[in-house]
């Protein structure tokens, strides 16, 4: 939190002793701490239940009229929530950032301290994840009625931690504490069942599972802008129908009598920390089928609360797949539909599928989900049959177009989530005509009406309004604070770009930024860097795909210029990087190293460290990303186009007036036409040419041949520069990238190097940059969530706001 201390408006002022005593009442009675025994933690939590109070009659109220309506209902079921942390977004949405600043104040706090003692909650893996808590906090903005559906993992996404460059994982353990913006919710505990027979009785389909669990739910609501809505994010957790088995206990058996209770819990205990790829286990199907049919069983008894004819089922429920991770929802539907309520079978497949519809997030085929028949039948004996018949019944719809749901023994769960879907869409504009000239390209043609595009977005509220507060204040100045709402009226700073005060002020707030980043990296890493330099940062999960590698080999370039000239006018630049590897992602984890040595020779460097640094941050999260977009420069999205289906970084960043270096893949494509290729530095290939390259033998070495500063980088890396106790330690990466160099880093290297030059050249030139990064944030209103929501809503979903 960037907090600037001005004047405080009386409603502050009313609102902060209101506040103060609300606090001071939670620390009494449910933190039960005196002020002066109090820990930071105790305030945290007792002014956490006291803006928790005020966003649950907003909760209440929106139920209550979500009801009364007899609206539809949005419901967003996903695998991962990466929410981070929820106070300072709470504040911001409730208006109460300011007063919560007096009030703390007045009690010998810094308000900054307090929210940065909130862990982060790190229920998902990257973007996709990310993306649902942005949609949660859009649907509440817009007035929408939604539930998100989820897992409430005991650790989230592993904690990082460098020890000699090498990355090291740690269990997150966010729970540790109470987390006080969640309702348990004993009353909404469901059976969930796993293998077991099918038996037919009297015409009918019974399914005897072998083993249950139960599914308890905890509620977390989700406030939008001005707490006019509120939503609620309803987390599953797993444990035992019969948590303790007190006849092993009484035989001494100890570890057995606690034995049911830990193996239900397994179930919800870790989020899998794969990021775009099939995990594939039994124990992530599971995952898979406990939060489906948790929800799905409290959707249908929400419904049937308030209708009885299923029927109406597709016009008041609306059930969104965030990617093939819950597609088990379609033959589970089937299920409750047909076994459960006698619905015929086909019309129970229609009825199903007018509430269906799924969002793919990669083509990348490593992450495309699939179950063997073995395995899933096993677990999921009925739902296998009901896929099967499924199956049956679409292809032979279609009988010209031969397919099929199964392929090597394996379900395919796209192919099952597109046939149950009424609508597919895709993440970006070209992600989604790929798909459809890819993965989906025979499905496409039986369905030429079901694939939509619906390009992502992030919320402006957390990615501008409360993690940039300077240049906040600075457009709400200029043009009012109606964008924080409608993005789209940052369009109106664009007469402004020709005022030299404006654009000064502008990069005045973006120099402040850089300033408080500085002494940050001063105080917890001990790295001195000069404000004034420009900050470049790659800040993603680290895959091949995304290419940190390109980066960091175009550093070592930059590096071996620097010493060959250092007397040249080089643009000071800091590198920064953050991203986590897949645990199991062993090349990924090598990049890591290979950056963290490569910091550490080039920041140590007496000839070049003034012009050039490189910091890893460890353990990326939300809070950190909040932290570091707000004081870039640059932004680094130079992923193999065709492979980064959007991207959501790369919006964040151009909102906060980052200048991005790009390929053109993903959401990057839509940035530019929006920005305008004069504010975009392009390079590489197009995902046409890199198909075609890709067909070029001996591709790399041709790039190698043809580029010194990539031949001597790649030296460096074979030579040990960057481990001279271990020489070899970087062969693996050059020689993947000399040898098959499957993302294209060699032949896309001398594009990405020149255009890193003419980055340089234009920083040079401070005015002209900081109008072109004005002109980013003036023209990324298209990038804001609340335009995406409204997309789904609109085309998808039939589903309307509550509030005007
Ligand atoms: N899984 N998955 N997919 C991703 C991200 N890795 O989470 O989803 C994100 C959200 O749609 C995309 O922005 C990103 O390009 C894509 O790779």
Redesign the pocket.
Known sequence: MTQTLHAVPAGDAIDATALKADVLKHLTFTIGRAPEDAALGDWRMALSFAVRDRITESWLASERAAREAGAKRVYYLSLEFLIGRLLEDALVNLGLAEAAEVALRDLGLALGEVVADEPDAALG???????AACFMESLATIGCPAIGYGIRYEHGLFRQQFEHGRQVELPELWLEQQHPWEFERPGSRLRVGFGGHVHQVEGRTIWHPAEEVEAEAFDTPIVGWEGQWANPLRLWSARAVYPFDLNRFNHGDFRGAAEPEALARTISRVLYPD??TDEGKALRLKQEYFFVAASLADILCRFERDFDDLALLPEKVAIQLN?THPAVAGPELVRLLHDERGVEFSRAVEIARGCLSY?N??L?PE?LESWSEGLFGHLLPRHLEIIERIDAEHYGAHPDRPGSIFEHGEIQMGTLSFVMAHKVNG??AL?TELMKETVFEGLHQVHPDRIVNQT?GVTPRRWLKSCNAALSDLITETIGAGWVRDLSQLERLEPHLGDGAFINRYAAAKRANKAVFSNWLAGDYGLKVDPDAMFDAQIK?I?EYKRQHLNILQTIAAWQAIHDDPQADWTPRLKIFGGKAAPGYHFAKDIIRLINDVAARLNADPVTSKYLQVIFLPNYNVSLAERIIPASDLSEQISTAGK?????GNMKFALNGALTIGTLD??NVEIREQVGPENFFLFGMTAAEVTARRAVPDHARRAIEGSAPLARALGALRDGTFSPDEPGRYHGIADNIAGGDHFLVASDFAAYHAAQTDVSRAYGDRETWARMAARNTARSGWFSSDRTIRGYMGEIWGAAPLID
Not at 125 to 131: A, E, S, T, Y
Not at 644 to 648: D, I, K, P, R, V
Request: glycine share 18%; proline share 0%.
């Open positions: 893996n990257g973007g996709l994840g990310r993306l990021d775009t990617d969002t997030h990669t990348l992450a993440v970006s992600h992502n999960r895959h980064e289906a959007s991207g959501t993903g959401a």
